[in-house]
């Protein structure tokens, strides 16, 4: 990325790094802000903790915008043009591209982050509450904003003289910083998403890079976070009324690992009971079972088999690098995908059929109505 044009003020550099981690720091949600000055660190009534979860949506959008206006403020006070910050439709597809794919590196760490959360940290996430048109909009209206700040930031600091991986460095900081009253973990890993980010938008010269991959995580995040809050209501619901009861047998939650016998129907985790390097065995009936290959593995197999040769061509790969990117990055890309699918999806079994069989067996009786017994007509 080039920026050869007239030099920037080091004061509105920095005015412009910092306003993003001071505005985060500002209490602008009066609701919690009259509460913490009245009651302390007491625990809110569900009405008023309501309330202050519908202002925290409202204080996002005011956020958001606010940000968003400050940038266009500054980009009209200053000499960076609307082409620098990566507003151009130039190689967008390619910048796409690029940032959908490297938007398997959020998506596998929120994943993996959430997995790890107690269940009663997963329910005072804030996209586990609330309308979730809301939440969509504050997802594309927040990735706006932040990737054109940082767009902005990076050309800022560039037009100090201030090398490329310098300039992607101090504003990862900047933007992990915010989340350092969360926890540590959360501030790295939204420093090293950061620092992704930045270097997409450098190495393409487009915003559409981060934005891409940014609402591609964020979407994903969203949709991670509301289902294992679901899977949480559902298994306090399951304590409450044990199976047995007719509620407890609608709201029976299994374990992500878990797979059903389509033999027996019963619930099993496939890594503790016999298995081969392709099969495992009931530990109810003893049927020989496999993992169940659905659609989206087949249509990742032939992406990643022609699609990624294609994707790296059109990147402007040519010759032995081709070849070698392609080798590589088709298995990982596959893998990845893989991966990420099982955090969304359970696993299904399916019986294991050798070549030629029907799944049919001679053996097989049909089951009879009450003791065994025939009817007679």
């Known amino acids: 990325m080039n920026c050869s044009g007239p030099k920037m003020t080091?004061?509105?550099a920095i005015l412009a790094l910092v306003f993003y981690?001071?505005?985060?720091?500002?209490?602008?949600?009066?609701?919690?802000?009259?509460?913490?000055?009245?009651?302390?660190l007491a625990p809110m009534p569900p009405e008023?903790?309501?309330?202050?979860?519908?202002?925290?949506?409202?204080?996002?959008?005011?956020?958001?915008v606010v940000l968003l206006a400050f940038v266009i403020f500054l980009l009209n006070g200053s000499l960076i043009s609307l082409y620098e910050?990566?507003?151009?439709?130039?190689?967008?597809?390619?910048?796409?591209?690029?940032?959908?794919?490297?938007?398997?590196?959020?998506?596998?760490?929120?994943?993996?982050?959430?997995?790890?959360?107690?269940?009663?940290?997963?329910?005072?996430?804030?996209?586990?509450?609330?309308?979730?048109?809301?939440?969509?909009?504050?997802?594309?209206?927040?990735?706006?904003?932040?990737?054109?700040?940082?767009?902005?930031?990076?050309?800022?600091?560039?037009?100090?003289?201030?090398?490329?991986?310098l300039a992607v460095l101090l504003v990862s900081i900047a933007f992990g910083a915010t989340h350092l009253s969360t926890s540590t973990g959360r501030a790295a890993?939204?420093?090293?998403?950061?620092?992704?980010?930045?270097?997409?938008?450098?190495?393409?010269?487009?915003?559409?890079?981060?934005?891409?991959?940014?609402?591609?995580?964020?979407?994903?995040?969203?949709?991670?976070?509301?289902r294992m809050s679901r899977q949480v209501v559902a298994k306090l619901v399951a304590v409450k009324?044990?199976?047995?009861?007719?509620?407890?047998?609608?709201?029976?939650?299994?374990?992500?690992?878990?797979?059903?016998?389509?033999?027996?129907?019963?619930?099993?985790?496939?890594?503790?009971?016999?298995?081969?390097?392709?099969?495992?065995?009931?530990?109810?009936?003893?049927?020989?079972?496999?993992?169940?290959?659905?659609?989206?593995?087949?249509?990742?197999?032939f992406f990643c088999l022609y699609g990624v040769p294609v994707l790296v061509y059109y990147l402007g790969f040519r010759d032995l690098v081709l070849i070698f990117l392609s080798i590589v990055g088709a298995p990982m890309l596959c893998f990845l995908g893989l991966l990420i699918h099982s955090f969304f999806v359970p696993p299904k079994a399916q019986l294991y059929l050798k070549y030629g069989e029907t799944g049919l067996h001679l053996t097989d009786r049909p089951k009879r109505p009450g003791n065994g017994a025939p009817k007679n007509d």
């Open 10 to 12: 080091a004061s509105s």
């Open 21 to 40: 981690p001071l505005l985060v720091n500002l209490p602008l949600n009066l609701v919690r802000f009259r509460w913490g000055f009245s009651h302390g």
């Open 48 to 64: 008023v903790l309501e309330r202050a979860e519908a202002a925290d949506r409202v204080v996002q959008v005011v956020f958001h």
């Open 85 to 165: 910050v990566g507003l151009t439709a130039e190689n967008w597809k390619s910048a796409a591209a690029l940032g959908a794919l490297f938007s398997y590196v959020p998506l596998t760490l929120g994943a993996i982050g959430l997995r790890h959360l107690p269940s009663d940290k997963i329910q005072e996430e804030p996209e586990s509450r609330g309308p979730l048109a809301a939440w969509c909009g504050l997802a594309i209206l927040g990735s706006v904003s932040i990737e054109l700040w940082r767009a902005f930031c990076i050309v800022a600091l560039l037009r100090l003289d201030i090398s490329a991986w």
């Open 189 to 226: 890993g939204a420093a090293l998403y950061g620092g992704i980010a930045g270097f997409l938008f450098v190495h393409t010269g487009s915003l559409i890079a981060p934005l891409t991959m940014s609402l591609i995580a964020g979407v994903g995040q969203l949709y991670r976070v509301r």
């Open 241 to 301: 009324y044990p199976i047995g009861s007719q509620l407890g047998e609608k709201t029976q939650i299994r374990n992500r690992r878990d797979v059903v016998c389509p033999t027996c129907n019963a619930s099993f985790n496939p890594g503790k009971a016999k298995k081969t390097i392709r099969t495992f065995t009931c530990p109810n009936c003893g049927e020989v079972l496999e993992y169940e290959t659905g659609r989206f593995d087949y249509i990742l197999f």
